[in-house]
């Protein structure tokens, strides 16, 4: 029996009925991951995107901690919680991050962010098969609803897109990216069933994906450099402070409350925001295809929110 299935009445409620903190959450992380793929562009260009993404998981590892220290948590792991632990900061922070920026070097990010809507889609695949949950029919719909409201968001820069070899080599990169995290989905949940606190385990992944992406870094010869320019720096500690300490703390929490699927579905609500921002510095334009994909992803949240808690 699952556990949606032996919960009380009251139980499935408080699954259907979002709380305020979980609408916040969601508000709040779709600021954050929304405004970071500019953010991300700043950082391009003198760093390696391998070493970039290793001095942003670093610096927030170190800021959770200080934050779990100042809060009196209890900051260590037992060995299953490290391995847990251990494999967020594998799929999630080290191979998820270089695959998606290792894309958006080949194809627009219009094509990344459509490619990435399908999380919500994937955790419902992955869960199924690893942990046997069965995830209600209004999620998978409202999961599909995501993905053709940014294809529909995104649908010039799709269309324009050359679909070179190279572009489909970033479009196999991508979709290896939303595996992977989805990969990661699931050893968070098994840190959270293994009784993890999130601030705990979230500043150990994010230590062991900047270990890891350094000892890449070091095999295969990358420079460490810095940029001392202050569009670096500051989008270097927006990248840390808000996209991965403030963003990933809210992001765990609502998935322990509402499933992965439904805080996934934020990777599918960021792309309105991104183009809002690119509208505000880059002169992005918006047509009546944009206009009808952001009513459909908004959408398909709603319907995650009034299903049951899903994966």
Known sequence: MSA??????????????P?????????????????TWFAITKQLGVVDPVVSITYRFA????????WGA???????????????????????FAVDYSFVYWAEERVTSAVVAVVFAAMAFMNLIVFRVVFGQRAPLLAWAAAGLGVLGVALLSWEEIVTANMSSRALTGIGLTLAGVFAAAIGNVYARRAEMAGAGVVASTGWAMGYGAALLAIFAMVTGKTWAFEFTAPYILSLLHLSVVGSVIAF???????????????SYISALTPPLAMFVSALFEGKSWGLYALGGVVLVLAGQVLLLRSKKAA
């Open 4 to 17: 949606d299935q032996s919960a009380t009445p009251s139980q499935l409620e408080s699954h259907t009925q």
């Open 19 to 35: 709380h305020w903190y979980d609408l916040a959450a969601i508000l709040v992380c779709t600021l954050a991951w929304g405004t």
């Open 59 to 66: 610096l927030a590892a170190v800021l959770l901690f200080a």
């Open 70 to 92: 100042f809060r009196r948590e209890s900051l260590s792991l037992n060995r299953a919680q490290h391995f847990a632990a251990f494999g967020v900061g594998l799929f999630t």
């Open 249 to 263: 703390a809210l992001y765990y929490g609502l998935a322990r409350r509402r499933g992965y699927a439904t805080a």
